[in-house]
């Protein structure tokens, strides 16, 4: 168990609906991370996973932080951190380092695969929210603010993560302490996929990383990880 | 007709074997371009060679590189460093301005006391060995550098665009670039004379390894063979 931490497990049901096999092999290996750490599942559909909750929104990236703002309210430990459903964990991710309490965290150790293409891990020098780590209370504070100041919803065009300078200025929001740049011994693994929210990832109109190897310590090759996919 | 010349450092202290395959990774990567080899013994490597002149130290290294940058003659230089492993978009993919001094940032570090892992941080630093720069710029700044301190203090003698504030100098125009493929640079015993000892060798096998860590990678693949070249 993970001192102090609850997990947010975010899912909008779709790989559970179109790729099961991938979404089972993924919760064995955020279970295996995580031990028992207690777990908030977000999800479209039902899910026995953890305390479940039914996400009431529309398919947007504001209602993601809503979503997250709701598990948060029903965590009870100190901190939490983010899990998305396309996202493989290894236990450093949850472990390797704390934040401040007025502060959140992204580890920079993030991994990307994409399920077309040639399969080759990939880091991208950008903050992303499967990354988080953060104080529950100074989280739910920002996300707060944020829905203080717009009630009915965040502009699409510049919602984004917790901590994001560009984003909270554009959102009109106080900027939040952000700490990007410290990483996990072991690298997390995005998968890009499909059924993903994104709209570049479903038209793979995403680059490559600049930095890429096809196998890491830990993971293996990526082609092995990519065949949970099929 | 490139216009570009490398310069090409070696203190002529690693392995023989690892050398030679350097040498001729090297020469593959530089599409034929001139190669200046700063050496300190004589070589037949590339098109001319500076045999070095001064003692070893960090000072000197940067005395030999003006020396090189001087006999060249195209608008461009780039360092190639003996114990790294360049491919050619590292040279030429990537072209600063005339007066800019650009570092490419993919690098990634073998070392050869530990496991065979490739690994690297996604830290913006500033390598010799991976400089592309105009040569008149490197040539004023280094000029401007010597003019002053005829032996610079070495905490602040170090890379072009690092110090010039420290040293009261004009600053550089610098820039990082990232290749397509990475460069490779080998963590090893052999540097110079000052540090080989038993005390820097137990310290510097102590240096931990970055980061984001691979077994194999793009074009240069796993690390076994470097690293049983470098014994």
Redesign the interface.
């Known amino acids: 168990m993970i001192e102090q931490m609850t997990v947010i497990y975010l899912t909008a049901s779709m790989l559970e609906k179109h790729k099961p096999h991938f979404a089972a092999y993924q919760k064995e290996v955020l279970l295996e991370a995580i031990k028992d750490t207690p777990i908030i599942s977000v999800s479209r559909e039902p899910l026995n996973f953890g305390h479940n909750i039914l996400d009431d929104g529309k398919k947007c990236t504001d209602n993601i932080y809503r979503q997250m703002l709701r598990a948060c309210k029903v965590a009870e430990t100190k901190y939490v951190a983010v899990a998305e459903d396309d996202c493989l964990y290894h236990e450093f991710h949850f472990t390797f380092r704390r934040p401040c309490d007025n502060e959140v965290l992204y580890d920079?150790?993030r991994a990307t695969l994409f399920t077309w293409g040639i399969p080759?891990?990939h880091?991208r020098?950008r903050l992303s929210n499967a990354a988080l780590i953060a104080p529950r209370e100074y989280l739910i504070d920002a996300l707060e603010e944020r829905y203080t100041k717009w009630p009915d919803g965040c502009p699409e065009n510049r919602v984004g993560e917790v901590g994001r300078g560009m984003v909270e200025r554009n959102l009109g929001v106080g900027l939040r302490n952000c700490c990007d740049?410290h990483?996990?011994?072991v690298?997390f693994i995005q998968v890009n996929h499909d059924w993903a929210s994104e709209e570049r990832q479903r038209k793979h109109r995403k680059s490559y990383g600049?930095?890429?190897?096809?196998?890491?310590?830990y993971w293996g090759?990526a082609e092995e990880i990519l065949k949970h996919f099929r | 007709m490139s216009n570009l010349t490398i310069l090409y450092l070696t203190a002529n202290r690693v392995p023989e074997k690892w050398h030679s395959y350097q040498m001729d990774v090297l020469l593959t990567a530089s599409n034929g371009c001139e190669i200046i080899t700063i050496s300190r013994e004589p070589m037949k490597f590339g098109d001319k060679n500076i045999i070095q002149d001064g003692g070893l130290g960090v000072n000197n290294i940067y005395r030999q590189i003006l020396r090189g940058a001087k006999l060249a003659t195209t608008p461009f230089i780039a360092i190639a460093e003996d114990d790294c492993l360049y491919a050619s978009d590292h040279f030429f993919a990537f072209t600063p301005q005339i007066d800019e001094i650009a570092y490419n940032?993919?690098r990634w570090n073998l070392y050869t006391w530990a496991k065979p892992?490739?690994s690297?941080?996604?830290?913006q630093s500033y390598i010799n060995a991976f400089m592309v720069g105009g040569r008149l710029a490197v040539i004023k700044s280094l000029e401007e550098r010597f003019d002053k301190y005829p032996l610079v203090p070495v905490e602040h003698c170090n890379e072009i665009g690092k110090s010039e504030k420290y040293l009261g100098l004009t600053p550089a125009k610098t820039l990082p670039f990232?290749s397509y493929n990475?460069v490779i640079q080998i963590d090893h015993d052999y540097f110079t004379n000052e540090n080989t000892g038993k005390e820097a060798i137990e310290h510097r096998h102590k240096k931990q390894m970055k980061?984001?860590?691979?077994?194999?990678?793009?074009y240069w693949e796993s690390p076994d063979k470097y690293l049983k070249l470098f014994v």
């Open positions: 920079r150790n080759v891990y880091w020098n740049t990483a996990a011994k690298a600049e930095i890429q190897a096809y196998d890491i310590p090759r | 940032q993919y892992i490739y690297m941080e996604k830290k990232w990475g980061r984001i860590q691979a077994y194999t990678i793009p």
